[in-house]
C-alpha cells in the first residue's frame, strides 16, 4: 500500500517534462492517469526516484480531427474515450473497447497513453491499436517521430519507445461504410483483465475482405497482430468455413502464459474463440447489421 | 524529499496539507484532514471504498497522489448531508436496506451521487455497470441497486 519516496514534478509543457525526463533518465517515470504505476509503486515493484506528472500538460489532451486522420491526444481517459461522438463516428472499435476496460472509476484516471504505453499484455488497448491501424506519436528530446501501433509492441513491459520518450498522441485512420468492426473479450469479471481478447476491424470491397487487421490480447508476451489469420481472410469472401481457419491460425500464433486464469491450453482456446466471435461480429457490421 | 504544501476544496470549505508526494490522497484525508468516511478496503485500486469526488468525477483515493490534489474540488461522504438533511443517495440506502457493515457505504454513496449526474434515469443493467468499481460483502448489492433506483425516482421528482 505504501509507496516508496520520490520526487515528485508536475511540468506544464511537454518541454519541460523533455527537459525532466532527459535529466532524470531512467530513474524517473512519467505519471499519466497512475493507475497502473501507482499499483506497482504502492506494492513495490516499481520504485522510480522521480515522478513526471502529465496531468497539467493539456495539449496531450482532446480528442479531433486533422489531416484526414483522428487524433487522440495521449491523456485523454478512457470515459472520454466512451463519450466522444467523433470516436463514435470514425473509430467506434475504439470507445467499444473503452467501455470494456477496468471500471467507472479507474477510467475517470486512466488514458489511453498510458494503457499502450505500459506495454502490459493484459491492456486491451494494444491490441486494439494494430485492429484499428495506428500510429504512434513519440516526442523525445531530438524531435518527435512517428511509428506504426505494428511493431510497437516488443514484449512484457516492452514498448518502441526509447529512453526519453514520450507517448504524445495517437493517430486512427477514421472508418468507411462498409467496415466493420468486433473486440470480444472474456474475462473473469467486470474490471479484470482478459483471459483472452480479440480486436477486429476489417472492410469490405462489395462481399470481398478488401483490408483486415486482427489484434490478440493477453495471449503472448505482449498483443500480437494474428498476421497470418488475416492471410487467410483478405482478398476472399468471408465465409464462416474461412473463420474458423483464420481462428486456428490465430490459436498457432498464441503463446499464453499459465496463470490463475488459466493454462496454456484454455487461453489458446479462448483466443481461437474469441476470434471466431470479434469475426462474425465485424463481418455483420461491416454489411451494415449491428 | 521535501513536503509539498497544497489546498483543496473539501466538501465546499478551504483546506490546506502539508504533504510528502509519495502521500496517498486516502491517507492525508484520513489522517490529517480527519474525515475518516472514506475507507481502504484493498491496496489493487479494485474494491472502491475509497471513491470520494474530484472535480466532478468519481475517483479512487488510493490510486492518487494527495501532491495531485492540489487545486482540486472534492467531496466526502461527510459533505453530502446539507444542513443536517440526508441527500436523496443517502436516504434511499437506510430505506432500501442498502448496507449491512456499512464499510463500503460511503464510497458506494459516493458513486451513487454522481453516477445518478452522469445517468439520472438509468436501468438496473446501467447501475450495475455503473456502480461496477464498488465492491461489498454484505448486501449482494440487490438492495444497493434498490436504493440507486429509488435515489433517482426522488431526485427525479425533486
Given at each position: 500500500?505504501?509507496?516508496?519516496?520520490?520526487?515528485?514534478?508536475?511540468?506544464?509543457?511537454?518541454?519541460?517534462?523533455?527537459?525532466?525526463?532527459?535529466?532524470?533518465?531512467?530513474e524517473?517515470?512519467?505519471?499519466?492517469?497512475?493507475?497502473?504505476?501507482?499499483?506497482?509503486?504502492?506494492l513495490?515493484?516499481a520504485?522510480?526516484?522521480y515522478?513526471?506528472?502529465?496531468?497539467?500538460?493539456?495539449?496531450l489532451?482532446?480528442?479531433?480531427?486533422?489531416?484526414?486522420?483522428?487524433?487522440?491526444?495521449?491523456m485523454?481517459?478512457?470515459?472520454?474515450?466512451?463519450a466522444?461522438?467523433?470516436?463514435?463516428?470514425?473509430?467506434p472499435?475504439i470507445?467499444?473497447?473503452?467501455?470494456?476496460?477496468a471500471?467507472?472509476?479507474?477510467?475517470?484516471?486512466?488514458?489511453?497513453?498510458?494503457?499502450?504505453?505500459?506495454?502490459?499484455?493484459?491492456?486491451d488497448?494494444?491490441?486494439?491499436?494494430?485492429?484499428?491501424?495506428?500510429?504512434?506519436?513519440?516526442?523525445?528530446?531530438?524531435?518527435?517521430?512517428?511509428?506504426a501501433?505494428?511493431?510497437?509492441?516488443?514484449?512484457?513491459?516492452?514498448?518502441?519507445?526509447?529512453?526519453?520518450?514520450?507517448?504524445?498522441?495517437?493517430?486512427?485512420?477514421?472508418?468507411?461504410?462498409?467496415?466493420?468492426?468486433?473486440?470480444?473479450k472474456?474475462?473473469?469479471?467486470?474490471?479484470?483483465?482478459?483471459?483472452?481478447?480479440?480486436?477486429?476491424?476489417?472492410?469490405?470491397?462489395?462481399?470481398?475482405?478488401?483490408?483486415?487487421?486482427?489484434?490478440?490480447?493477453?495471449?503472448?508476451?505482449?498483443?500480437?497482430?494474428?498476421?497470418?489469420?488475416?492471410d487467410?481472410?483478405?482478398?476472399?469472401?468471408?465465409?464462416?468455413a474461412?473463420?474458423?481457419?483464420?481462428?486456428?491460425?490465430?490459436?498457432?500464433?498464441?503463446d499464453?502464459?499459465?496463470?490463475?486464469?488459466?493454462?496454456?491450453?484454455?487461453?489458446?482456446?479462448?483466443?481461437?474463440?474469441?476470434?471466431?466471435?470479434?469475426?462474425?461480429?465485424?463481418?455483420?457490421?461491416?454489411?451494415?447489421g449491428? | 524529499?521535501?513536503?509539498?504544501?497544497?489546498?483543496?476544496?473539501?466538501?465546499?470549505?478551504?483546506?490546506?496539507?502539508?504533504?510528502h508526494?509519495?502521500?496517498?490522497?486516502?491517507?492525508?484525508?484520513?489522517?490529517?484532514?480527519?474525515?475518516?468516511?472514506?475507507h481502504?478496503?484493498?491496496?489493487?485500486?479494485?474494491?472502491?471504498?475509497?471513491?470520494?469526488?474530484i472535480?466532478?468525477?468519481?475517483?479512487k483515493?488510493?490510486?492518487?497522489?494527495a501532491?495531485?490534489?492540489?487545486?482540486?474540488?472534492?467531496?466526502?461522504?461527510?459533505?453530502?448531508?446539507?444542513?443536517?438533511?440526508?441527500?436523496?443517495?443517502?436516504?434511499?440506502f437506510?430505506?432500501e436496506?442498502?448496507?449491512?457493515?456499512?464499510?463500503?457505504?460511503?464510497?458506494?454513496?459516493?458513486?451513487a451521487?454522481?453516477?445518478?449526474?452522469?445517468?439520472?434515469?438509468?436501468?438496473?443493467?446501467?447501475?450495475?455497470?455503473?456502480?461496477?468499481?464498488?465492491?461489498c460483502?454484505?448486501?449482494?448489492?440487490?438492495?444497493?441497486?434498490?436504493?440507486?433506483?429509488?435515489?433517482?425516482?426522488?431526485?427525479?421528482?425533486?
Amino acid at each position: 500500500m505504501i509507496p516508496g519516496v520520490f520526487d515528485y514534478h508536475a511540468p506544464t509543457t511537454m518541454a519541460d517534462a523533455i527537459a525532466l525526463l532527459a535529466q532524470y533518465g531512467d530513474e524517473a517515470k512519467v505519471l499519466a492517469g497512475g493507475h497502473s504505476l501507482l499499483p506497482m509503486m504502492k506494492l513495490r515493484f516499481a520504485e522510480p526516484a522521480y515522478l513526471i506528472d502529465l496531468n497539467k500538460i493539456n495539449e496531450l489532451r482532446g480528442i479531433s480531427e486533422a489531416n484526414g486522420m483522428v487524433r487522440i491526444g495521449a491523456m485523454t481517459t478512457e470515459n472520454q474515450l466512451i463519450a466522444s461522438d467523433l470516436l463514435a463516428q470514425k473509430c467506434p472499435l475504439i470507445p467499444e473497447a473503452a467501455r470494456l476496460v477496468a471500471d467507472p472509476q479507474v477510467r475517470n484516471r486512466g488514458t489511453i497513453g498510458g494503457d499502450i504505453a505500459h506495454g502490459d499484455p493484459g491492456n486491451d488497448h494494444p491490441a486494439v491499436m494494430l485492429a484499428v491501424g495506428a500510429s504512434f506519436v513519440l516526442a523525445g528530446p531530438a524531435g518527435e517521430r512517428t511509428v506504426a501501433a505494428d511493431g510497437f509492441f516488443l514484449g512484457t513491459y516492452w514498448t518502441g519507445l526509447e529512453e526519453g520518450e514520450i507517448l504524445k498522441e495517437i493517430l486512427v485512420p477514421p472508418v468507411t461504410a462498409s467496415t466493420g468492426h468486433g473486440y470480444a473479450k472474456l474475462k473473469r469479471k467486470t474490471g479484470d483483465y482478459a483471459t483472452a481478447g480479440a480486436a477486429v476491424q476489417l472492410t469490405l470491397n462489395g462481399d470481398v475482405c478488401d483490408s483486415i487487421n486482427i489484434g490478440l490480447t493477453n495471449v503472448g508476451a505482449c498483443a500480437i497482430k494474428a498476421t497470418e489469420a488475416e492471410d487467410v481472410l483478405r482478398g476472399q469472401v468471408i465465409t464462416e468455413a474461412l473463420i474458423l481457419t483464420a481462428a486456428e491460425k490465430a490459436m498457432a500464433m498464441t503463446d499464453p502464459a499459465e496463470d490463475l486464469r488459466g493454462d496454456v491450453e484454455y487461453k489458446t482456446h479462448m483466443a481461437g474463440e474469441m476470434c471466431r466471435r470479434a469475426l462474425r461480429q465485424a463481418l455483420a457490421r461491416a454489411k451494415g447489421g449491428a | 524529499m521535501a513536503k509539498q504544501h497544497i489546498t483543496f476544496t473539501l466538501n465546499g470549505q478551504a483546506v490546506e496539507a502539508l504533504v510528502h508526494p509519495r502521500e496517498l490522497l486516502i491517507h492525508v484525508l484520513r489522517e490529517q484532514l480527519m474525515q475518516t468516511g472514506a475507507h481502504i478496503g484493498c491496496e489493487t485500486s479494485h474494491c472502491g471504498a475509497c471513491t470520494i469526488d474530484i472535480d466532478n468525477e468519481s475517483v479512487k483515493a488510493c490510486t492518487m497522489l494527495a501532491v495531485q490534489a492540489d487545486g482540486a474540488d472534492i467531496l466526502s461522504v461527510e459533505g453530502l448531508a446539507a444542513n443536517g438533511e440526508l441527500h436523496a443517495v443517502q436516504q434511499a440506502f437506510v430505506d432500501e436496506h442498502g448496507l449491512q457493515c456499512g464499510f463500503c457505504t460511503p464510497g458506494m454513496l459516493l458513486r451513487a451521487y454522481r453516477f445518478l449526474k452522469e445517468n439520472p434515469t438509468p436501468t438496473e443493467e446501467d447501475i450495475r455497470w455503473g456502480m461496477s468499481g464498488n465492491l461489498c460483502r454484505c448486501t449482494g448489492y440487490q438492495n444497493i441497486i434498490k436504493a440507486v433506483q429509488t435515489a433517482s425516482r426522488t431526485l427525479q421528482a425533486e
